[in-house]
Nanobody
Framework: QVQLVESGGGLVQAGGSLRLSCAASGRTFSSGAMGWFRQAPGKAREFVARLSWSGGSTYYADSVKGRFTISRDNAKNTVYLNMNSLKPEDTAVYYC???????????????WGQGTQVTVSS
């Protein structure tokens, strides 16, 4: 059973940076993708970024492209989300999730972390 544990959220001023981590365990990750999603109060969960386990291809939502970077440490089975130039509208609970396929669709992700709060003050 896949287990995902996020860390690294917090409070930051607009323009600042944070790095989120997602430690994965429970199986060998050689296919599919790890994704980051976020959910702001009163809004639907939205895709942020994804990284394929095989090949390392990445894809970003337009709202974060150029500011966020998803990366991985294979030896640690950990995926990171580096967030720069943060804006108040980036405030949300951020979730990492694992999918057996390479996709941006939340319904295709079958393992989710508990979420970590990111708050960006203006």
């Amino acid at each position: 059973q896949v287990q995902l544990v996020e860390s690294g959220g917090g409070l930051v001023q607009a323009g600042g940076s944070l790095r989120l981590s997602c430690a994965a365990s429970g199986r060998t990750f050689s296919s599919g993708a790890m994704g980051w999603f976020r959910q702001a109060p009163g809004k639907a969960r939205e895709f942020v970024a994804r990284l394929s386990w095989s090949g390392g291809s990445t894809y970003y939502a337009d709202s974060v492209k150029g500011r966020f970077t998803i990366s991985r440490d294979n030896a640690k089975n950990t995926v990171y989300l580096n967030m720069n130039s943060l804006k108040p509208e980036d405030t949300a609970v951020y979730y990492c999730a694992n999918s057996p396929s390479i996709t941006t669709m939340a319904y295709a992700y079958d393992a989710w972390g508990q979420g970590t709060q990111v708050t960006v003050s203006s």
